[in-house]
Nanobody, 126 residues
Framework: QVQLVESGGGLVQAGGSLRLSCAAS????????MGWFRQAPGKEREFVAA????????FYADSVKGRFTISTENAKSTVYLQMNSLKPEDTAVYYC???????????????????WGKGTLVTVSS
């Protein structure tokens, strides 16, 4: 069965950096879109970044453009989210997600994402 396991979260000061990792197993992900989402306390889950199933396109929420970078390795069995210039408002649980094969990314939404990790907590102190 497909499993997505996030790691790399932690406590960081504002202005600092973290790199999140997502290890995907239980299948092959070369033709899957992969994404990162987050949920802050008391708020709804929101889209952060995604890479298309072909790997040729990336998508970012306006709030993280220029600061976060999504990347993949090993035919998307590992997905990273490099987060720079972190702000207190980036504090959230970050979730990795994968679409089904050839799933389209609808930027800004979780549409098409089929599998989800359990999340890793990122806390940015001011």
């Amino acid at each position: 069965q497909v499993q997505l396991v996030e790691s790399g979260g932690g406590l960081v000061q504002a202005g600092g950096s973290l790199r999140l990792s997502c290890a995907a197993s239980g299948g092959t992900f070369g033709n899957n879109a992969m994404g990162w989402f987050r949920q802050a306390p008391g708020k709804e889950r929101e889209f952060v970044a995604a890479v298309s199933w072909s790997g040729g396109r990336t998508f970012y929420a306006d709030s993280v453009k220029g600061r976060f970078t999504i990347s993949t390795e090993n035919a998307k069995s590992t997905v990273y989210l490099q987060m720079n210039s972190l702000k207190p408002e980036d504090t959230a649980v970050y979730y990795c997600a994968a679409s089904g094969p050839y799933g389209a990314v609808v930027a800004g939404t979780a549409n098409g994402m089929r599998w989800w990790g359990k999340g890793t907590l990122v806390t940015v102190s001011s």
